[in-house]
């Protein structure tokens, strides 16, 4: 009877695990994302619609730090994917380190973007501060929350990627035509965003038979920040707060 040791000499011994469909479907998905995004900034930089030399320090730590999270976003499931559990765990943590930055260098962008006279025109400095902030915290809070349901994959998997499908709108900004859509903008954004979120629905009824709950927690935030976003733009502390730091 053939041993270990003779299946070892043999070349037969277990290979590490192929890239499951399931997980490579996700490993794709958020590479897709990211790609997404970064071309819908670099593209309004390519045509010369982002006053580069003007942006602050705040301005420059924020986008430092989104491209390290998009970094960290696409590296993740890769690596699950592969099967490499060790690697990921320890990256875990370092974008758990990264979040905790993330929506404090945000909102210091967002103060001075608008003290400085960055802000879109079609934007009203109140919406502008309140787009900034609900975005930041609604995307802080559900990475936490996949963090915190880390050992439940399937709920891992899903609130990640509604994480990345929450900062698609800033892209979203920058690739629409904001100013010829008025006030019906930012709601084009929404529904562009929750029908990126289909095609996890769609996964999910092919595989699961039905649509998982965190998919449905994901589109519920979309919406959900949309809204927020719209009624503080005319709360009365907001705009107060946001004509003083834009007055200087």
Do not use: C
Request: a positive charge; aromatic letters at 10%.
């Amino acid at each position: 009877m053939a041993t270990n040791a003779d299946t070892l000499l043999a070349g037969s011994a277990p290979r590490p695990r192929a890239l499951d469909r399931e997980n490579l479907f996700f490993a794709r998905y958020a590479t897709g994302f990211a790609l997404f995004i970064l071309f819908g900034f670099a593209q309004f930089e390519a045509r010369g619609l982002a006053p580069f030399g003007k942006f602050g320090w705040e301005i420059h730590a924020h986008a430092a730090a989104m491209v390290g999270w998009l970094a960290l976003s696409v590296a993740q499931p890769w690596l699950a994917a592969s099967g490499n559990p060790a690697l990921h765990r320890r990256l875990g943590w370092t974008a758990a380190g990264l979040l905790a930055v993330i929506p404090v260098v945000g909102s210091l962008a967002g103060f001075a973007a608008l003290r400085d006279g960055l802000v879109p025109p079609f934007f009203s400095p109140a919406y502008f501060l309140a787009l900034v902030h609900v975005g930041a915290i609604m995307f802080t809070a559900m990475v936490a929350w996949a963090i915190v349901m880390r050992r439940k994959l399937d709920w891992h998997r899903r609130l990640m990627l509604g994480s990345t499908v929450l900062i698609m709108e800033p892209a979203l900004g920058r690739l629409l035509p904001m100013p010829l859509l008025g006030g019906g903008g930012e709601w084009l954004a929404m529904v562009i965003q929750l029908a990126a979120l289909g095609w996890l629905a769609a996964h999910d009824r092919r595989t699961l038979g039905r649509v998982h709950p965190a998919t449905v927690v994901a589109a519920a935030a979309i919406v959900a920040v949309h809204a927020a976003v719209e009624t503080l733009a005319v709360f009365p502390p907001m705009v107060g707060l946001a004509a003083r730091v834009a007055g200087g």
